[in-house]
């Protein structure tokens, strides 16, 4: 089992930052992909961002590509997404997801653990 706990949510100006943070406990994380999703009211959930914790080489969607960093932190087992240059697309719940696959993939649905979302809303 995996659990999983997001933080660092909230309300920024358009051309902002924050930084998430997910929290993970449970089983050993060599094997283990941490994903970050978003979903937007009346939209389907979508990637942003994913990482192995044995590598540092990562995937991004187009559209944050540039603008959103992954990053994770073995010792203490939390995986970030730093987020600039924020703009009112970028709204969103923001979850958190752990994949036991060997690579990142981008579907959902092959993501076996998730938190419980951070509400990310950018003003314009």
């Known amino acids: 089992q995996v659990q999983l706990v997001e933080s660092g949510g909230g309300l920024v100006q358009a051309g902002g930052s924050l930084r998430l943070s997910c929290a993970a406990s449970g089983r050993t994380f060599s094997s283990v992909v941490m994903g970050w999703f978003r979903q937007a009211p009346g939209k389907e959930r979508e990637f942003v961002a994913g990482i192995r914790w044995s590598s540092a080489s990562a995937l991004y969607a187009d559209s944050v590509k540039g603008r959103f960093t992954i990053s994770r932190d073995n010792a203490k087992k939390i995986v970030y997404l730093q987020m600039n240059s924020l703009k009112p697309e970028d709204t969103a719940v923001y979850y958190c997801?752990?994949?036991?696959?060997?690579?990142?993939?981008?579907?959902?649905?092959?993501?076996?653990?998730w938190g419980q979302g951070t509400q990310v809303t950018v003003s314009s």
């Open positions: 997801a752990a994949d036991l696959s060997p690579t990142v993939v981008v579907t959902p649905g092959t993501y076996d653990y």
